[in-house]
């Protein structure tokens, strides 16, 4: 027959039941520790101005996942270059923890340190990757770096492993580039990578988004870029700001379905004759 439990059975399970509890405070406590810390890096290291020139205009949105422990090293950047020109890039990379927003921070200062010495923009990828090879880190990156000369309206890009970005128009043209690309940075040596050259003599926009924005659960990448093109579009038309597009940008990342990170940068060129 089943035995009598006695009283201090009871105290034993009420003891290891709040001991329990306790080590799943202390792990909450510490997951909520490390996400605050790799938001606290990514924040830190996102610019916090972007470069000016005549007939440019700059514009950038982030939104950092703030559930569980899905913080990632999504990133952009913008920023001048001794020639005048302006360097432009915008990544992910791969893993959602603390070493992958610190990784984030050691490609971003990596592009912006070579971008001085690199011929352009697919040398800077090849050099970058380079260095993160040497660096012996098991993560990697995916990235697209742009060149723009304000002068010229030329847009010089390379991709490592990115997804396209999407060009409109104010004659009502649009696309999603589909150039040559190669792999991301920190996965093999010796790449090279392609670069292509855009320009835009109507006025109109460039948008480079991370995966966040257009690829989900609820969202294919297709469509996604899609939903871009069609914003893109719009705004070159109607001729709005370059903040606005990617504020409606950001906002139609809500669709994706998930709660990956977020990035968005907007290029903004003006009709010659143009303000």
Same mark, same amino acid.
Request: proline share 5%; glycine share 14%; net charge negative.
């Given at each position: ?96 923890? %603390? !070493? ?8 971003? &200062? +990596?592009?912006? @340190?070579? /971008? ?104 294919? %990448? !297709? ?8 914003? &893109? +579009?719009?705004? @070159?038309? /109607? ?37």
């Amino acid at each position: 027959m089943p035995r009598k439990r006695s009283p201090d059975d009871g105290d034993e399970l009420l003891v290891r039941l709040g001991s329990l509890t306790a080590q799943a405070r202390q792990r909450a406590e510490l997951q909520r520790t490390q996400v605050e810390l790799a938001i606290a890096l990514q924040r830190g290291m996102l610019p916090r101005d972007l470069p000016s020139a005549s007939g440019v205009h700059l514009a950038v949105r982030y939104a950092p996942a703030n559930l569980g422990l899905n913080v990632g090293g999504d990133w952009y950047d913008a920023f001048a270059m001794p020639d005048g020109r302006i360097g432009l890039s915008i990544g992910d990379v791969q893993g959602h923890n %603390i !070493e992958a927003a610190a990784f984030m921070g050691q490609v971003r &200062a +990596g592009l912006r @340190a070579l /971008a001085s010495v690199a011929g352009e923009p697919g040398e800077l990828l090849t050099r970058t990757n380079d260095l993160l090879l040497s660096l012996g880190s098991d993560l990697f990156a995916t990235c697209t770096f742009m060149r723009l000369d304000p002068a010229s309206g030329v847009l010089e890009s390379a991709r490592a492993g990115h997804i396209p970005f999407v060009w409109a128009t104010a004659d009502g043209k649009s696309g999603i580039v589909e150039d040559e690309g190669g792999p991301p940075l920190g996965v093999q040596h010796g790449v090279r990578y392609p670069v292509t050259r855009h320009r835009v003599t109507g006025g109109g926009v460039f948008v480079l988004v991370t995966d966040g924005v257009v690829e989900g659960p609820s969202l294919h %990448i !297709e469509d996604g870029l899609d939903q871009v093109m069609r914003l &893109a +579009g719009i705004a @070159a038309v /109607a001729g709005l700001e370059a903040h606005a597009l990617a504020g409606a940008v950001i906002k139609g990342a809500e669709s994706v379905g998930h709660e990956d990170d977020a990035a968005v940068l907007v290029v903004g060129l003006d009709a010659p004759g143009g303000p």
